[in-house]
Antibody
Framework: QVQLQESGPGLVKPSQTLSLICTVSGGSISSGDYYWSWIRQPPGKGLEWIGY???????YYNPSLRSRLTISMDTSMNQFSLQLSSVTAADTAVYYC??????????????WGQGTLVTVSS | DIQMTQSPSSLSASVGDRVTITCRASQSISSYLNWYQQKPGKAPKLLIY???TLQSGVPSRFSGGGSGTDFTLTISSLQPEDFATYYC????????FGPGTKVDIK
């Protein structure tokens, strides 16, 4: 059974870059059956999809974050990562990594990491 | 962008109640609608995908329906472990989530 685990700093200063890594175990990120995605949830609020990466390296980002966002992958480490630049307090959230299963034309977030809280504060 | 709304935003119910949550998309999304359950401090859990298909291991008291722009999640007999927040999510055009419906104990 696949497991995902987020890691990275829990505190980032305003205007700096937020960087997180998701380590995948029990499955390969090189599989063409999945996208690998980031989602965030500000405290007490709902879920916001951030973006995803496919095993080919192709990415798709939420337009609202595109100018500040980079998602990349390291297949040798079975990891994918998130970088969000020029952060503000509005970027404070629990960040989740998740697997998107592709079933025909259907896509579903079927496995999630436990989430990691990132606070933007000086 | 496709906007998702849910109603109600919260509801109070008792164990054994039948509960229905509604999700509406700002444009037609065919049947590309998923439902998730989230408990406090935990990651969301996939319940239903493609409008009405139960994810493996999910109890049969959960069911989904609808098409186009209007969708429902029904819990036929609410159990103590079902008190949680429920989110709908469309996958017709990238991804977006509804704002959530919190189900708590009456």
């Amino acid at each position: 059974q696949v497991q995902l685990q987020e890691s990275g700093p829990g505190l980032v200063k305003p205007s700096q870059t937020l960087s997180l890594i998701c380590t995948v175990s029990g499955g390969s990120i090189s599989s063409g059956d999945y996208y690998w995605s980031w989602i965030r949830q500000p405290p007490g609020k709902g879920l916001e999809w951030i973006g995803y990466i496919y095993y080919t390296g192709s990415t798709y980002y939420n337009p609202s974050l595109r100018s500040r966002l980079t998602i990349s992958m390291d297949t040798s480490m079975n990891q994918f990562s998130l970088q969000l630049s020029s952060v503000t307090a509005a970027d404070t959230a629990v960040y989740y990594c998740a697997r998107i299963a592709i079933v025909g034309v259907v896509k579903k977030f079927d496995s999630w990491g436990q989430g990691t809280l990132v606070t933007v504060s000086s | 962008d496709i906007q998702m709304t849910q109603s109600p935003s919260s509801l109070s119910a008792s164990v054994g109640d039948r509960v229905t949550i509604t999700c509406r998309a700002s444009q037609s999304i065919s049947s590309y609608l998923n439902w998730y359950q989230q408990k406090p401090g935990k990651a969301p859990k996939l319940l239903i995908y493609a409008t009405s298909t139960l994810q493996s291991g999910v109890p049969s008291r959960f069911s989904g329906g609808g098409s186009g722009t209007d969708f429902t999640l029904t819990i036929s007999s609410l159990q103590p472990e079902d008190f949680a927040t429920y989110y709908c999510q469309q996958s017709y055009d990238t991804f977006s989530f509804g704002p959530g419906t919190k189900v708590d104990i009456k």
